[in-house]
């Protein structure tokens, strides 16, 4: 078959590409690879994108057996990080939950330590079964991990867990190690002792410097901060903007900001909770970042792209929603409200300026 190049008009007046054929492409395309070049011809020119992934859906119950096993299997220094990881079955390029964010759950089983380290990823943790006698340390803050709390642990601060009660705790950890290694920037330290030093604040003396007001003998905090949010704190909004419209595609979406910039909790990633109300559907969009929800409360379906999952809370189911995939959420109680955390990496994508949304 002819293809391009140059050509003749032919008897009947139409142009004829008469000397170059697919084979001759293919050959000259080949020798190219060789020569480590390629035609610009051959980059894809779609209008659009396919979604980044696949609509998924992890239910609690099995997602808790496994963490079980999981005592069961790792030694007991593997173990104080007993962390599992949803993986797109998509099979992403960096085997993120979405293209940015691998999301998971972690448990540590009473008198635990999981041993400190830094790292150039940004973490946070959902603390979804907590206790008064378990901290997360960062930079030698010492942060409790209170049910439904939220804690961030930017990039390069040195981070470890401490749990001294006598019941497991389990978090829900959301780490941005897809983007990281997209770029090739993973750096990665041990931390030279069994644990970091504490320096006697806790999450409230934190918490107090980063909120309405701070203390005038310190200089004013800059940069990425460790902090705690309280659910109390969240709650207290949640329960003052309930009554408003909100969103037609997300109902009451908060999202956690950093106090020091008003921007995400974090350069890559940002956290919501979002509560859809009483029998709320909301409208069906898309956008340029993929987000993961889970269930803290109420029960409820998503339809994404031609999937609908069905979630309930329980402890929590946990599902995604990749990038340019339409959905839309459906609150299946008549009469309470249903609650979601939510971590997206929008962050990314519009420091690229390549945030997009459309209506369904
Ligand atoms: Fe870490
Ligand atoms: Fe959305």
Redesign the pocket.
């Known amino acids: 078959m002819v293809v391009h190049g140059t050509g003749n008009i032919d008897q009947q007046g139409e142009f004829v590409l008469a000397d170059r054929t697919e084979d001759e492409l293919a050959a000259f395309e080949h020798e190219l690879d060789h020569a480590s070049m390629m035609g610009e011809w051959q980059v894809p020119r779609k209008p659009e994108p396919d979604p980044g992934g696949v609509p998924h859906l992890w239910k609690w119950g099995m997602v808790y057996d496994k963490m079980l096993k999981a005592s069961d299997v790792l030694s007991l220094e593997m173990g104080a990080r007993r962390s599992l990881l949803f993986i797109n079955p998509a099979e992403l390029p960096n085997r993120g939950s979405i293209l940015g964010v691998r999301v998971g759950l972690q448990m540590m089983n009473a008198s635990e330590i999981a041993f400190p ?1 830094r ?1 150039t ?1 940004a ?1 946070i943790r959902f603390v979804l079964k907590g206790s008064a006698h378990t901290y997360t340390v960062v930079n030698d803050q010492k942060l409790y991990m209170e049910d439904w709390s939220l804690i961030l ?1 930017p990039p390069q601060m040195w ?1 470890h867990h401490e749990n001294h009660g006598s019941d497991k705790v389990i978090w829900l950890d959301a780490i941005d190690t897809p983007f990281v290694n997209s770029v090739n920037a993973l750096f990665y330290e041990p931390y030279p002792d069994d644990r970091e030093p504490i320096v006697g604040r806790d999450s409230a003396e934190v918490n107090a410097r980063v909120g309405w007001v701070r203390p005038s003998w310190e200089p004013a905090p800059e940069g990425d901060l460790p902090i705690v949010y309280r659910w109390g704190d969240t709650e207290r909004a949640l329960k003052a903007l309930a009554g408003t419209p909100g969103s037609l595609y997300d109902g009451i979406l908060l999202k956690y900001v950093n106090p020091l910039t008003g921007g995400p909790v974090l350069p890559t990633f940002s956290c919501s909770v979002q509560m859809l109300r009483p029998g709320e559907k909301t409208r069906s969009h898309r956008h340029t970042f993929g987000a993961v929800y889970h269930v803290l409360r109420g029960h409820g379906s998503t339809q994404a792209g031609d999937m609908t999952l069905d979630w309930e809370a329980g402890a929590g189911d946990s599902f995604v929603v990749p990038n340019w995939a339409w959905h839309a959420h459906r609150n299946l109680n008549p009469d309470q409200d249903a609650l979601l955390f939510v971590v997206d990496d929008e962050p990314v994508l519009t420091a690229a300026r390549l945030t997009r949304e459309e209506s369904g």
């Open positions: 380290h790292h990823m973490a642990t981070h």
